[in-house]
């Protein structure tokens, strides 16, 4: 089992940066992929973005991609999404997911993860 757990959520003004961290304890493997997905109220569950902590090639959703980045620290399990220029869209709550040997035409798809963390919540508001 695999357990995450994410922080750095909050509300933060239109414009400005959130810093979001997921850390894997437990089984985790040396080729797993993390990923962050996003749900608003009321709406499906999105891609975000993901890491493949075995080479560190990233995937985005073309939509975020520029003011989002996401990146890992292999040795301490985590991935981070760094997230800027913040807009009220990006209200959801952020939800870690992991899961070992993801291909790269699966990183989108929520169900193709073993684990995902309870959700840390973004809002962007003035």
């Known amino acids: 089992q695999v357990q995450l757990v994410e922080s750095g959520g909050g509300l933060v003004q239109p414009g400005a940066s959130l810093r979001l961290s997921c850390t894997a304890s437990?089984?985790?493997?040396?080729?797993?992929?993390m990923a962050w997905f996003r749900q608003a109220p009321g709406k499906e569950r999105t891609f975000v973005a993901a890491?493949?902590?075995?080479?560190?090639?990233?995937f985005y959703a073309n939509s975020l991609k520029g003011r989002f980045t996401i990146s890992r620290d292999r040795a301490n399990s985590t991935a981070y999404l760094q997230m800027n220029s913040l807009e009220p869209e990006d209200t959801a709550v952020y939800y870690c997911?992991?899961?070992?040997?993801?291909?790269?035409?699966?990183?989108?798809?929520?169900?193709?993860?073993?684990?995902w963390g309870q959700g840390t919540q973004v809002t962007v508001s003035s």
């Open positions: 997911e992991s899961g070992p040997h993801i291909i790269a035409s699966q990183t989108g798809v929520p169900q193709a993860y073993d684990y």
């Open positions: 890491i493949r902590f075995r080479d560190n090639n990233a």
């Open positions: 437990g089984r985790t493997s040396t080729s797993h992929t």
